[in-house]
């Protein structure tokens, strides 16, 4: 069965400095992994993706992430934080279960707070 | 270029009665999901369908809890007698192919309350 744990419920920064959300992941497959951000009552929006190719993705608004399989772990950075980073983040990575059907299992999040 | 549209996005039931939520795909996606997200947790996966077909509804509560994504129109989630636990907001979400590479594309969500 495939897991995504992410290892920090509430991260803050001071804006200008850099962000790291970590997130560890467990899977039988090779797997593809994301992160999504979601802002207050707001949906959800793809920053990035890990299918295989480069380990390191760049994604939207300067977020990036390296995929590690030997740690398991697919971390989010960002070089300098803004304020309207703060939002909540959730790692995820895909399940191929029987048939090839695709399922979604996510993290619980990672609540970003950026101080002036 | 419309994206995932989901309506209505708040919605607001008593208990007992029936809740309808509407998903309209990304045009020329075949494929929707729908997820669960409980106050303060990350999404959890329902069901999952193609045009007419129910493909995996693993995370769909054994009762009261339907979907279906006719031909034509938009995916229905259907929650029959709701209970205060069905409070939270529903996410839709559409992908063009179910391949293990393929981006989901998600809606805005509907947020639905159990006074």
């Known amino acids: 069965a495939q897991s995504v744990t992410q290892l920090d419920s509430h991260v803050s920064v001071s804006e200008g400095t850099p962000v790291l959300l970590r997130c560890n992941y467990s899977?039988?497959?090779?797997?593809?992994l994301f992160w999504y951000v979601q802002h207050p009552n707001k949906g959800l929006q793809l920053l990035l993706k890990?299918?295989?190719?480069a380990t390191l993705v760049k994604g939207i608004n300067g977020f990036e992430a390296e995929f590690k399989k030997s740690e398991t772990s697919f971390h989010l950075t960002k070089p300098s934080a803004h304020m309207s980073d703060a939002a909540e983040y959730f790692c995820v990575v895909s399940d191929l279960n029987a048939g090839n059907n695709r399922k979604l299992i996510w993290g619980l999040g990672t609540s970003l707070a950026v101080n002036p | 270029n419309a994206g995932v549209m989901q309506n209505p996005r708040h919605l607001v039931r008593r208990r007992g009665q029936e809740a309808r939520l509407r998903c309209s795909p990304v045009k020329g996606h075949s494929h929707v999901y729908w997820y669960r997200q409980l106050p303060e947790e990350g999404l959890k996966f329902m069901v999952y369908?193609?045009?007419?077909?129910?493909?995996?509804e693993s995370g769909m509560p054994k009762e009261r809890f339907s979907a279906e994504f006719p031909k034509e129109g938009p995916s229905i989630l259907r929650i029959q007698q709701v209970v205060r636990g069905d409070s939270a907001a529903y996410f839709c979400?559409?992908?063009?192919?179910?391949?293990?590479?393929?981006?989901?594309?998600f809606g805005p969500g509907t947020r639905l309350l159990v006074l």
């Open positions: 979400a559409s992908s063009v192919g179910a391949g293990g590479q393929e981006t989901q594309y």
């Open positions: 890990y299918t295989s190719a």
């Open positions: 369908l193609q045009k007419e077909n129910i493909i995996d």
């Open positions: 899977s039988s497959y090779s797997p593809s």
